[in-house]
């Protein structure tokens, strides 16, 4: 693509909506992976010390509302003994949020479309918020922090490169790492990191984590 034409690609892509943006790359099956439409990160393979760790934070913390922001395709968290916690699961696909409504929905379990970065969000103990920040803007990040701590709810769990030493600005849709200890969020240290302990190609990103907060010592 001549750079003329990249520019004007990259204009279209900023301004697309954030809806039509992650719309588009679920129907278009950009981020399928071998067991997981949410990429390959969401796959089963990758999610095993996640997986463990989840469960253990859960019941140390004794959070009994969990809200999964963005929930993607469930894939990996239908293999976490939630028990009877309340859990509702988010996305900004709605295609998506109906699939899983008609797999996953139960007594203890909900899937609504909401927009992360400005709809009303519920008042939980937790939000868990995993590869997200990852594909959005700065200013759609701190929109989307912003909207977490008016929600009201207690502790952030959210991906981190805590060893990353600079970060960098995209347009929405696309990937880099993020160290939300670094500039423009300057969170402050974690109260515990969950190391996700990639493999395989994903081995590079070494430092890949989840780290805890509580949303009220965040200022932004």
């Given at each position: 693509m ?8 990259r204009?279209k892509?900023?301004?697309k909506?954030?809806a ?8 278009s099956?950009r ?7 949410s990429g390959?990160?969401?796959g089963?393979?990758q999610t095993v010390?996640?997986?463990r760790?989840?469960?253990a934070?859960?019941?140390r ?7 999964d922001?963005?929930?993607g395709d469930f894939h990996w968290?239908k293999?976490v003994d ?5 859990y509702?699961g ?18 203890y379990r909900?899937?609504?479309?909401f927009?992360?970065?400005r709809?009303?969000l519920?008042q939980?103990?937790?939000i868990?918020c995993?590869?997200?920040f990852v594909?959005l803007?700065?200013?759609?990040i701190i929109?989307?922090i912003?909207n977490f701590?008016?929600?009201g709810?207690k ?8 060893k990353?030493?600079?970060?960098a600005?995209i347009?929405t849709g696309?990937?880099?790492p993020?160290n939300?200890?670094?500039r423009p ?11 996700e302990q990639c493999?395989g190609a994903?081995?590079?990103y070494?430092d890949k984590s ?11």
């Open positions: 001549r750079p003329f034409k990249k520019l004007i690609q204009l892509d900023k301004n909506s954030i039509r943006v992650f719309n588009d790359i679920y129907h099956r981020w399928t992976g071998s067991d997981s439409i390959t990160g969401s089963l393979a010390a996640l997986r760790e989840l469960s934070l859960l019941k913390l004794n959070i009994k509302s969990l809200l922001a963005p929930c968290m293999e939630l028990g009877t916690r309340c509702t988010i996305d900004i696909v709605s295609d998506l949020i109906v699939e899983n409504q008609k797999k996953y929905n139960n007594e909900k899937f609504i479309s927009d992360i970065s709809d009303p519920p939980v103990d937790m868990l995993r590869d997200c594909h803007s700065f200013k759609n929109a989307t912003k701590k008016r929600s709810s502790h952030l769990l959210t991906t981190t490169f805590h990353w030493t600079k970060n600005d347009v696309g990937w880099r993020i939300l200890q670094l969020f300057s969170f402050p240290d974690p109260i515990q990191i969950i190391d493999s994903e081995r590079q070494w989840l780290g805890l907060w509580k949303l009220e010592d965040i200022q932004i």
